[in-house]
């Protein structure tokens, strides 16, 4: 795997697009902080970091030690004091002993409240890079520099940072939003494409549950869709932040709205499990969202067309719609997991329309059981 073109850290670009998020610890207007979306943006990060940080921990895998190794140096550059934690790739990093070692070196170093970490990789490194940026001290700051198109759209922005257990994923985790995400497009071109079509699912599952255009966009050209260089993949990107940032902008907590952002998320997470985390997240999401729309039309919610839309659109970027039979009860042991349930009642976002999520209470699990016959292979 090639690691992702050194960002440069001068000039700051005019063409760089700003999304604000309302709510936590921000430099941005009261409260909120700024997703920056352009080319060649290291240079915000001391900006982005404020005045009082002092110390600075880089935290990336190993796949991105160099890159990790660039954005110390231009800390130093800057004049803050800069450490790195070089972590296991991909979900391996979202385990404890990675939050106890990250925590070890943070104690180690003196780290205060004042100083702050910075996540550079994918979902997996934002995700555990959160949680032990929420933990320590009870919380210091963290700025995310996504390096994948998931990072960008979805993971690095919100504030849902957390751990994978033995028994299902992001079990453990906190609530705790960044100063500020810099998705500089740049580190797109070294993605392999299969990750880079991982987070697509998550643009398509923000076109079902808020912004259609997106869909358009997609059908219009799912080549360019996947072409890092192309401006139809900025606009996408840029369109699910915005999707992303309105909704936790008023629902940081996920106490309703934000459990729209879990459309595919039930069936999804469980896959993952089942996988032992073999499967990319996005595609694990793709089978999700035909999953939540078969299940929205199997109870008359959702009409054959937007149903039918889900497939073709996934389809067509080569995600995985379908997934093997004979695991069902495996799955319901992880939809039985799943954040959004109460007790014994089975919830799941599902789709009223176009745009329209809704949250779902399954009367009984063997409705679950018929859909899933819908989806296997
Ligand atoms: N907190 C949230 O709101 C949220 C939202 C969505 C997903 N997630 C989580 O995000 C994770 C998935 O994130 P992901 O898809 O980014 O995967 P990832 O972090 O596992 O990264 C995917 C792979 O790409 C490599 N990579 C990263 N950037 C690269 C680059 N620029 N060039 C070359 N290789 C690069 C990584 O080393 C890794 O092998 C899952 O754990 C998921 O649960 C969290
Ligand atoms: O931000 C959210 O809220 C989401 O649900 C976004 C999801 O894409 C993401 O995968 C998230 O990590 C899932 O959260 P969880 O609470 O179901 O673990
Ligand atoms: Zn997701």
Known sequence: ??????????????????????????????????????????????????????????????ALRATGDVVKADLET???????????????????????????????????????????????????????????????????????LLGMVDAAVGGKAGINTAEGKNLVGAFHPPAGVLADLDTLLTLPPNELVSGLAEVVKCGFIADPEILTIIESSPEQAQNPHSSQLR??????????????????????????????????????LAERYQWRHGAAVSVGLVFAAELARSVGRLDDATADRHRTILESLGLPTSYSSGRWETLLDGIRRDKKNRGDQLRFVLLDGLGKPTTYDVPDASLLFATYQEITE
């Open 1 to 62: 795997m090639t690691e992702p073109n050194t960002p440069s850290t001068e000039p700051v670009p005019d063409d760089a697009t700003v999304i604000p998020v309302a709510g936590g610890s921000g430099s941005a207007g009261t409260g909120g902080y700024d997703v920056v979306v352009g080319k060649g943006l290291l240079g915000r990060l001391p900006g982005m970091l404020g005045p009082s940080v002092r110390r600075v921990l880089v935290i990336h895998p190993r």
């Open 235 to 272: 606009e996408l990107i840029e369109r699910s932040i915005a999707v992303k940032a309105q909704v936790v902008s008023n629902d940081l907590r996920e106490a309703g709205a934000r459990e729209m952002l879990n459309y595919g998320h039930t069936l999804a997470h469980a896959i993952e």
């Open 78 to 148: 800057a004049g803050f004091q800069a450490l790195t934690a070089e972590i296991p790739d991909a979900e391996e990093g979202k385990h404890i002993q990675v939050a106890a070692f990250c925590w070890q070196v943070l104690g180690q170093n003196d780290f205060t409240r004042s100083d702050a970490v910075v996540s550079v990789g994918g979902g997996s490194v934002s995700d555990v890079a959160g949680f032990v940026a929420a933990t320590w001290l009870r919380g210091v700051r963290v700025v995310h520099f996504p390096t994948t």
